[in-house]
């Protein structure tokens, strides 16, 4: 997998060679393309995001079918008699099944079970699970209804199906049940916890008997499985096999591996290079006067677990300790507002908001504001321009699967300059060694590396974007796709 740099064309090559006769079918909650109304007009947006960029070449080649949950105002309107759609509508490369669920159904099972109940458990965020039967109940249904849609998009064919996500724990035990013969496989995009952690949960082992319908169980590191197949080994009885990263119960084996996720390094690093992006980069220079100035960026959906309160405990305690950076240092928060229905979130937000007019009334003055909060959804423009200006990114999570946005800021960089101070709690750290490491707990020490960003000589920055830029180069979105799939076609062929 190391030889030759994966691309776009290389991974669509792959499929076709290889998928054979085999019908390719991920199944997702969110939908690779979105049909909404726009006044009288369907329109039809594709949500930015690297897992429908990874996945685009493998469905298009294998002329495959995804199956989502159908949330678009129009999407009802573009399906046919099977819920079916061809996309994209002006080139039709793949098929998508849209599932319907009610709002009660969505209440219970997406943003109860899954983001009150299975997020807070996975993230050591210090934020309790709530462990709602009701939730439970739906989660366990709407898990039955994705499987039906994909056993009647299967159908008599031979196929692998690649689920995506703790929305469906229980999905692939469901899909083996009725046909053994399928391969199943299973990305897990959070963290793994520890067995400690894990059994607080009151449904654990059905939890793990679902996961271990799969044949395939992926995460982004090594810790996670590791974490994986302990919690198995305290709460099952299955025979595991840490050597071979192996689970085997009820008769079937599991084989449990990481998969680090990345991003479309070439296609970043293009944009990067974009007039607009320049264009972009002088407005927000003027708007927030950073001519001269050292600029620090953060770019998170708004979630508790990406350490947004501890960046601006941070960056108070940086300039209250060096004084001499007052003046002279901004630094711009955007944020993405996320599941602002679940109390969690508003409250995070609030101490957030609270805290960064604390700091602006602190220190700030007529010529300079020291916090820039631009907590809306940016253009993609505008981030590409943000990541560009940034002396220093930070991503600072109290815990992250992986967390894209550090593999962003480097492959943003085609200058081969900024400094990246990244959390250790986060996925990416196993990949990414030369950037500043930082713990969001240790605030002072936090403060101390936001000083070190800002006064790295140059050749030290560009040695360390250099290598970070190279590991990213290689481990793209597209070899973590080649990855899995190369690993589903093995199994499969057995
Ligand atoms: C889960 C796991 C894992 C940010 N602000 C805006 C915006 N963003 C984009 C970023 C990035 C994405 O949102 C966030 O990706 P992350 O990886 O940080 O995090 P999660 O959403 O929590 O994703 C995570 C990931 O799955 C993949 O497996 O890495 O650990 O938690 O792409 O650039 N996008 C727009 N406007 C914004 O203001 N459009």
């Known amino acids: 997998m190391e030889d030759l740099k994966w691309d776009e064309d290389r991974l669509y090559q792959l499929v076709q060679e290889k998928l054979g006769d085999y019908l390719f079918l991920v199944v997702s909650n969110r939908e690779p393309y979105i049909h909404s109304m726009s006044g009288k007009e369907i329109i039809c947006n594709r949500p930015v995001s690297g897992l429908t960029e990874a996945l685009d070449p493998v469905m298009r080649a294998s002329k495959g079918t995804w199956v989502a949950y159908g949330s678009g105002d129009a999407d009802r309107t573009v399906v046919d008699s099977s819920n079916r759609v061809v996309v994209p509508l002006e080139k039709p490369e793949y098929t998508l099944r849209r599932v319907w669920l009610t709002d009660d159904e969505v209440a219970g099972f997406y943003l109860g079970f899954s983001n ?64 053994p013969d399928l391969t199943v496989g299973q990305f897990w995009h959070i963290p793994w916890p520890s ?196 002396n220093f990114c930070v991503v600072s999570s109290v815990h992250d699967g992986m967390n894209l946005v550090a593999k962003e800021y480097v492959s943003s ?28 707990y240790a605030i002072t020490e936090f403060a101390n590396q936001i000083k070190k960003a800002v006064e790295m000589p140059e050749m030290e920055r560009r040695r360390r974007m250099k290598t970070m830029r190279e590991t990213v180069s290689n481990h793209n979105i597209y070899w973590w796709g080649a990855s899995i799939v190369s690993n589903l076609i093995s199994i499969a062929r057995v």
């Open 195 to 390: 067995h400690e952690i894990f059994r607080t949960c009151p449904w654990q082992e059905e939890i793990l008997d679902g996961l271990l319908g799969n044949d395939l169980l992926g995460f982004h590191t090594q810790s996670y499985c590791h974490n994986l197949l302990a919690t198995v080994e305290h709460t099952l009885k299955a025979n595991v096999d840490h050597n071979r990263s192996t689970l085997t119960y009820r008769g079937k084996t599991t084989l449990v591996q990481p998969f680090p996720i990345s991003v479309d390094f070439d296609r970043l690093s293009q944009e990067a290079g974009n007039e607009a992006v320049e264009r972009e980069m002088e407005s927000l220079r003027h708007e927030f006067d950073l001519a001269g100035k050292y600029v620090g960026v953060g770019m998170d959906r708004m979630d508790y677990t990406k350490g947004i309160l501890e960046r601006l405990q941070a960056l108070d305690k940086f300039f209250e300790n060096f004084p001499d950076y007052r003046g002279k240092v901004v630094f711009i928060q955007a944020g993405m507002p996320s599941r602002t229905q679940i109390d969690s979130y508003q409250k995070s937000n609030e101490r957030i908001d609270n805290l960064a007019s604390s700091i602006n009334s602190k220190y700030g003055n007529e010529s300079w504001k020291p916090l820039v909060m631009m907590t809306r959804q940016l253009t993609l423009v505008t981030l590409v321009a943000l990541r560009r200006l940034a």
């Open 116 to 179: 009150e109940g299975l997020w807070p458990l996975c993230h050591v965020a210090f934020v309790s699970p709530t462990y709602r039967e009701t939730d439970w109940d739906t989660y366990k249904r709407v898990n039955r209804i994705f499987a039906e849609a994909v056993l009647q998009e299967v159908a008599g064919r031979k196929a692998m199906v690649l689920v995506q996500d703790y929305h469906f724990a229980l999905l692939s035990r469901l899909i083996k049940e009725q046909r």
């Open 413 to 440: 960089r085609i200058d081969v300059d900024g400094v990246l101070i990244l959390s250790q709690f986060a996925g990416a750290v196993d990949e990414m060694p030369d950037a500043l490491l930082i713990n969001p």
